[in-house]
């Protein structure tokens, strides 16, 4: 009678598990971290539309003109293209390079010299 009682505990107690499988402190868990998950990814996009990074010259970090996704991380290839851009354009696309946000803002921080200004 005991050995069918504990059977039945058993067979019971796993029926439980079963029809509670998916809920409980696992479930939780899990949709916290998946909310954890899209918040952060939420956040991370905020930040790449909203700030200009430059980890090549002391990793400076300033905002955007506008939100986007255009130069979010400014390697030395983007500055030496931005650089070699000015070079190259004469008269009127120099003024109109100069009047760019990233080129004025590069210039502000000392990323972009002209060559007036350091004296040769």
């Known amino acids: 009678m005991e050995?069918?009682?504990?059977?039945?505990?058993?067979v019971q107690r796993e029926q439980q598990i079963l029809a509670n499988s998916g809920t409980g402190i696992g479930t939780a868990l899990w949709k916290a971290t998946k909310s954890f998950i899209k918040v952060s990814s939420m956040a991370i996009v905020a930040f790449s539309l909203s700030f200009h990074v430059v980890p090549d010259h002391g990793y400076r970090i300033f905002p955007k003109e506008r939100l986007s996704f255009a130069y979010t991380v400014i390697t030395s290839s983007d500055v030496n293209y931005l650089?070699?851009?000015?070079?190259?354009?004469?008269?009127m696309d120099?003024?109109?390079?100069?009047?760019?946000?990233?080129?004025?803002r590069l210039s502000e921080v000392g990323i972009i010299v002209s060559k007036e200004e350091d004296g040769e």
Do not use: P, S
């Open 3 to 10: 050995k069918e009682t504990n059977q039945q505990n058993i």
């Open 83 to 91: 650089i070699d851009r000015y070079n190259e354009a004469a008269g």
């Open 94 to 104: 120099r003024i109109l390079i100069r009047q760019e946000y990233i080129y004025q």
